[in-house]
Structure formats: structure tokens, C-alpha cells
């Protein structure tokens, strides 16, 4: 069992930053790819950003990418996504995730998720 909680989000305006995190607790955190996910009012949740367990390997929604950043710290069980550049579209609840293997895009992959932090950007 894994349990996550993220933190950070808030109230941003249109072409700020937000650094957004997940703490992890229970089983060993670096055995798990992680992932975030996010939700915007009305619509499914997508995909945002993806990381392998020690951090080598990263993968980026194409909307994302160039201004999202997600990270990492092992010893600190901890995951981030640096957000730059925000817009008003991408206010959403944020979502992580962790994955024992599988597509890393797919919500199905993730075995364990939190129960998400809320991000606005406003106009």
C-alpha cells in the first residue's frame, strides 16, 4: 500500500508558476513510476506528466511540455510538478499517482492515487 497526498495548489494567474507535491508514505516510494493526472470541471481527467522510479526517464503530455517540470526526491518521498506559464484552461484538480508498471498515460497503469489539490488560474 502506498498513500499519497498532494499540496501546493491554489490560486495562480494567467502565465505564473505553481509548484505543486505529493508526499508518499507506506511502501517503499522508489519502487513506483508516478505520475500526475489532472481534472477540469466537466471533463475526463487526462494525463499531465509521468516519471520512472529513479527519475531517468520523464514523459509529458504534448500540451505540457516545455513548461511543466515533474521531479522527484527518493530519500525525501516526495514527487513535484513545476507548472510555468499556466492558463486559464489548465485549472483543474491535480491528481498523482503510482504505478507498478504498465502505459505510463493510461489511468489504468496507476495502482494507487491521492485525492488531489486543487489548482486556479485565473484570467
Known amino acids: 500500500q502506498v498513500q499519497l497526498a498532494e499540496s501546493g495548489g491554489g490560486l495562480v494567474q494567467a502565465g505564473g508558476s505553481l509548484r505543486v507535491s505529493c508526499a508518499a508514505s507506506?511502501?517503499?516510494?522508489?519502487?513506483?513510476?508516478m505520475g500526475w493526472f489532472r481534472q477540469a470541471p466537466g471533463k475526463e481527467r487526462e494525463f499531465v506528466a509521468a516519471?520512472?522510479?529513479?527519475?531517468?526517464?520523464?514523459y509529458y503530455a504534448d500540451s505540457v511540455k516545455g513548461r511543466f517540470t515533474i521531479s522527484r526526491d527518493n530519500p525525501k518521498n516526495t514527487l513535484y510538478l513545476q507548472m510555468n506559464s499556466l492558463k486559464t484552461e489548465e485549472t483543474a484538480v491535480y491528481y498523482c499517482?503510482?504505478?507498478?508498471?504498465?502505459?505510463?498515460?493510461?489511468?489504468?497503469?496507476?495502482?494507487?492515487w491521492g485525492q488531489g489539490t486543487q489548482v486556479t488560474v485565473s484570467s
Open positions: 499517482a503510482a504505478s507498478r508498471g504498465g502505459t505510463y498515460y493510461r489511468e489504468d497503469s496507476y495502482d494507487y
Open positions: 516519471i520512472s522510479w529513479n527519475g531517468g526517464s520523464t
Open positions: 507506506g511502501r517503499a516510494f522508489s519502487m513506483y513510476s
